[in-house]
């Protein structure tokens, strides 16, 4: 997780050409956030939207405080949780913005990360995922136009 993946970084670029918060507020979930890039930028460019940064990785609650830290970002607007998104805390409730990238890379993630997104979505949520067109990209496609 711990490097800048050109994934995420072609998310930022997108969030940076069509701003979230063209309708209001949002409630913004980043699963599988690594480094977080994208949920950093967010916190830097929005206004009136909450942020919530997730990976289960037991090393990136570490970088994602020092990130903050040398970014001056007020905890106010983003936080960071730890989440399995094979085990989704329903206690999170649901976003209105759901993005993740580079998070497809096992042969199990389309489902699981499928079934993730539709657990923490809501029937008119944006779905944001970045993927370098891993293997896995399709059935993941696949498995969301399931749904």
Same mark, same amino acid.
């Given at each position: 997780?711990? /490097? ?9 670029? /997108?969030?940076?050409? +069509? ?5 209001? &507020? ?5 699963? $599988?956030? $690594? ?5 950093? +930028? @967010? &916190?830097? /460019? ?6 919530? &940064?997730? #990976?289960? /990785? ?15 970002? *007020?905890? #106010? ?15 999170? $409730? ?7 990238? #580079?998070?497809? +890379? ?18 008119? *949520?944006?779905?944001?995922?970045? #993927?370098?067109?891993?293997? +896995? @990209? ?7 136009? &399931?749904?």
């Amino acid at each position: 997780f711990g /490097h800048l993946w050109p994934s995420a970084r072609g998310l930022c670029e /997108h969030l940076a050409k +069509y701003p979230i918060e063209s309708s209001g &507020a949002q409630k913004v979930i980043e699963v $599988g956030c $690594g480094l977080a890039i994208p949920s950093l +930028y @967010l &916190a830097q /460019h929005v206004k009136l939207s909450k942020i919530l &940064a997730t #990976d289960f /990785h037991p090393e990136v609650s570490a970088f994602f405080e020092e990130n903050v830290r040398l970014n001056s970002i *007020s905890p #106010d607007r983003l936080s960071y949780r730890e989440l399995n998104w094979r085990v989704p805390d329903s206690s999170l $409730g649901k976003f209105s913005i759901v993005m993740g990238s #580079d998070i497809l +890379y096992e042969k199990q993630h389309p489902s699981e990360v499928a079934d993730a997104l539709e657990k923490l979505a809501r029937h008119d *949520s944006k779905i944001l995922i970045a #993927d370098p067109v891993r293997p +896995y @990209l399709q059935s993941f496609v696949d498995e969301m136009k &399931a749904r």
